[in-house]
C-alpha cells in the first residue's frame, strides 16, 4: 500500500509569491490534516479535512487556506508569502475521524521564502 | 483546553542503557496518548499509543510506554538503546474539541541521542 505523498519535495518561493502545496493521502483514508513544522514553533496544526469538510483549523492567519477533493486529495495554499512562513508542512492521514486513530504522515514539503 | 509538555529538549544516552523520553499531558476527558518518532527530512512514524487498558504499552521497535494517571504521564521507554535511535520524539493528545470533532495537539519534540 502506498503512503502519504506530498508534493513536490522542495519549493522556494519569493515574498508576496502564493504556493500550493499537495497531499495524496493512504488509499482510503478520508481525514487529511497539514501542519506546520519549524525549529522554534515545533509542531502546529494548520487544519483538518475529512470528506472534503474542513472540521477543525489550527491559530494560523487566513493567507494559510486549503481543500480536500473527492478523491480525499488535499491541497494547502499561501498566500503573499513571508519569511516567516519558511518551514516544513507535513500531511498526515487517518482513515476515518476516529479518536483514537494513529496518523500517517508524508515525507513533508520544505518550503524556503526568500 | 488540552496540552502536551515534553519537558526535555535534548536527551543523551549510551548506547546499551535504558533510556526515557518524558510526557506529560492535559485533558478535560479521557486521555488518548500517541508516540511519535522522526528522522532527518522525513515525516513522523507511529510508535504507539495508549487508548485504555493495560498501562504499559508496547509498540514498535521495542519501544514501550508507560501510562500514568495519577502523574499525567506517558513516558516512553526503551531496555536497551541502539545508536540508530537517534531521532526527534514526539508526544502528542488527542481530545475533542468543543466542536465535538477530534483535535491532536504535540509536544515540541525531544531530540534522541544515542552516544556510541
Known amino acids: 500500500k502506498a503512503g502519504v505523498t506530498q508534493t513536490p519535495r522542495y519549493l522556494i518561493k519569493t515574498r508576496g509569491q502564493q504556493v500550493t502545496l499537495s497531499c495524496s493521502p493512504i488509499s482510503g483514508h478520508r481525514s487529511v490534516s497539514w501542519y506546520q513544522q519549524t525549529p522554534g514553533q515545533g509542531l502546529q496544526f494548520l487544519f483538518e479535512?475529512?470528506?472534503?469538510?474542513?472540521?477543525n483549523k489550527g491559530n494560523f492567519p487566513g493567507r494559510f487556506s486549503g481543500r480536500q477533493f473527492s478523491n480525499s486529495r488535499s491541497e494547502m495554499n499561501v498566500s503573499t508569502l513571508e519569511l516567516g512562513d519558511s518551514a516544513l508542512y507535513l500531511c498526515?492521514?487517518?482513515?476515518?475521524?476516529?479518536?483514537?486513530?494513529?496518523?500517517?504522515f508524508g515525507q513533508g514539503t520544505r518550503l524556503t521564502v526568500v | 483546553a488540552q496540552s502536551v509538555a515534553q519537558p526535555e529538549d535534548q536527551v543523551n544516552v549510551a548506547e546499551g542503557n535504558p533510556l526515557t523520553v518524558k510526557c506529560t499531558y492535559s485533558v478535560s476527558g479521557n486521555p488518548y496518548l500517541f508516540w511519535y518518532v522522526q528522522y532527518p527530512n522525513r515525516g513522523l512514524q507511529f510508535l504507539l499509543k495508549?487508548?485504555?487498558?493495560?498501562?504499559l504499552v508496547k509498540g514498535s521497535y521495542g519501544f514501550e510506554a508507560e501510562f500514568n494517571k495519577s502523574q499525567t504521564s506517558f513516558h516512553l521507554k526503551k531496555p536497551s538503546a541502539l545508536v540508530s535511535d537517534s531521532a526527534l520524539y514526539f508526544c502528542a493528545v488527542r481530545d475533542l474539541n468543543s466542536g465535538g470533532y477530534q483535535k491532536v495537539t504535540f509536544g515540541t519534540g525531544t531530540k534522541l541521542q544515542v552516544i556510541p
Open positions: 479535512y475529512f470528506s472534503e469538510t474542513q472540521r
Open positions: 495508549y487508548i485504555t487498558g493495560d498501562n
Open positions: 498526515a492521514s487517518s482513515p476515518d475521524t476516529g479518536i483514537d486513530t494513529e496518523a500517517f
